[in-house]
């Protein structure tokens, strides 16, 4: 537990990825709600001057609520192992296997969790000609939808292919499933209720996850309770294999047949007005604030601390 009278809480947020915005907004939120709580607290923009702003701040715990690259990725986690500042969420290694969706499904390989069939493709080797269409591109590191195109032919192929090196080197090729979005919040090891996502989009996309209006969230899901149980245990899979902690969210589609095919999990998932996690604790009794407090007091550093002089 966290000593509310001796704390002194950094909210990481902003940071330099193209999720900033989103952070930022989810950074608001905790800070509102820890601030109710009587926490102090104070906001950290994360940049290049962050071991100045930490120290300055006196900041003695971090409340991380970054998104994508340079924050979700173990950067950001291992600058406050080396400042042995207690952190939010999953440690060093958990964050970058989990922000790499290439990494995700090699890990998750051998587990029984289903996953789509899929392949990589580099830049500068030639465009894959043996793809079944419609297939999934993704950078392996884009957060927030972004960095994910839909191709239904060879030339959207390559487009899509040419839009996500703006993201990465490396790309994933991936079996697009039909069906519908789930997906299943992880808090301390234990899966909350499934949300269903309807998009009024093709999918679920940037604009669909942060625009009100533009998507339905149905929690509990009014889906078949196998479906449920099933996504719960292969998302306490995911979770486990990869060594996460804090709250995490893996996203799944579910096939004709009531498969749930895992997409990927996040390690720090959204906490703006419109996200899923807190919307799935709410099922089981947690208020927002119930649920920023207590990932407060799971922060830890991961490392143990040497003494050098030994």
């Given at each position: 537990?966290?000593?509310?009278?001796?704390?002194?809480?950094?909210?990481?947020?902003?940071?330099?990825?193209?999720?900033?915005?989103?952070?930022?907004?989810?950074?608001?939120?905790?800070?509102?709600?820890?601030?109710?709580?009587?926490?102090?607290?104070?906001?950290?923009?994360?940049?290049?001057?962050?071991?100045?702003?930490?120290?300055?701040?006196?900041?003695?715990?971090?409340?991380?609520?970054?998104?994508?690259?340079?924050?979700?990725?173990?950067?950001?986690?291992?600058?406050?192992?080396?400042?042995?500042?207690?952190?939010?969420?999953?440690?060093?290694?958990?964050?970058?296997?989990?922000?790499?969706?290439?990494?995700?499904?090699r890990m998750m390989a051998g587990t029984g969790v289903p996953?789509?069939?899929?392949?990589?493709?580099?830049?500068?080797?030639?465009?894959?000609?043996?793809?079944?269409?419609?297939?999934?591109?993704?950078?392996?590191?884009?957060?927030?939808?972004?960095?994910?195109?839909k191709c239904h032919d060879a030339g959207e192929l390559e487009?899509?292919?040419?839009?996500?090196?703006?993201?990465?080197?490396?790309?994933?090729?991936?079996?697009?499933?039909?069906?519908?979005?789930?997906?299943?919040?992880?808090?301390?090891?234990?899966?909350?209720?499934?949300?269903?996502?309807?998009?009024?989009?093709?999918?679920?996309?940037?604009?669909?996850?942060?625009?009100?209006?533009?998507?339905?969230?149905?929690?509990?899901?009014?889906?078949?309770?196998?479906?449920?149980?099933?996504?719960?245990?292969?998302?306490?899979?995911?979770?486990?294999?990869?060594?996460?902690?804090?709250?995490?969210?893996?996203?799944?589609?579910?096939?004709?047949?009531?498969?749930?095919?895992?997409?990927?999990?996040?390690?720090?998932?959204?906490?703006?007005?419109?996200?899923?996690?807190?919307?799935?604790?709410?099922?089981?009794?947690?208020?927002?604030?119930?649920?920023?407090?207590?990932?407060?007091?799971?922060?830890?550093?991961?490392?143990?601390?040497?003494?050098?002089?030994?």
């Amino acid at each position: 537990m966290v000593d509310k009278s001796t704390a002194k809480v950094g909210v990481l947020l902003g940071g330099i990825a193209p999720e900033r915005p989103i952070s930022l907004k989810s950074g608001a939120a905790v800070s509102k709600a820890l601030r109710a709580r009587g926490w102090d607290v104070v906001d950290i923009d994360v940049g290049r001057d962050l071991p100045a702003k930490l120290v300055a701040a006196g900041v003695t715990h971090a409340w991380l609520a970054l998104h994508g690259p340079l924050g979700e990725d173990g950067c950001v986690q291992g600058l406050l192992e080396v400042m042995r500042i207690p952190y939010t969420g999953s440690g060093v290694r958990g964050s970058a296997i989990a922000m790499d969706k290439i990494a995700t499904k090699r890990m998750m390989a051998g587990t029984g969790v289903p996953m789509a069939k899929d392949r990589t493709w580099r830049h500068g080797e030639e465009f894959p000609t043996d793809v079944a269409f419609p297939v999934m591109v993704k950078t392996p590191e884009g957060g927030s939808t972004l960095g994910i195109r839909k191709c239904h032919d060879a030339g959207e192929l390559e487009a899509g292919l040419l839009y996500c090196l703006d993201f990465a080197e490396e790309v994933l090729l991936e079996q697009f499933v039909e069906g519908y979005e789930i997906t299943v919040a992880v808090l301390e090891g234990t899966p909350l209720p499934v949300v269903k996502i309807e998009p009024l989009n093709e999918f679920f996309d940037f604009e669909a996850k942060y625009q009100k209006g533009k998507t339905r969230y149905l929690v509990p899901a009014p889906i078949p309770d196998a479906v449920s149980a099933a996504a719960q245990r292969y998302a306490k899979a995911a979770y486990e294999r990869l060594g996460l902690a804090g709250v995490a969210r893996a996203d799944f589609i579910v096939d004709a047949d009531g498969t749930p095919w895992f997409l990927e999990i996040n390690t720090l998932p959204g906490m703006t007005e419109t996200s899923l996690s807190p919307m799935a604790a709410g099922q089981v009794g947690l208020s927002f604030e119930d649920l920023v407090e207590r990932l407060l007091h799971g922060a830890k550093c991961w490392v143990p601390e040497f003494d050098a002089a030994k």
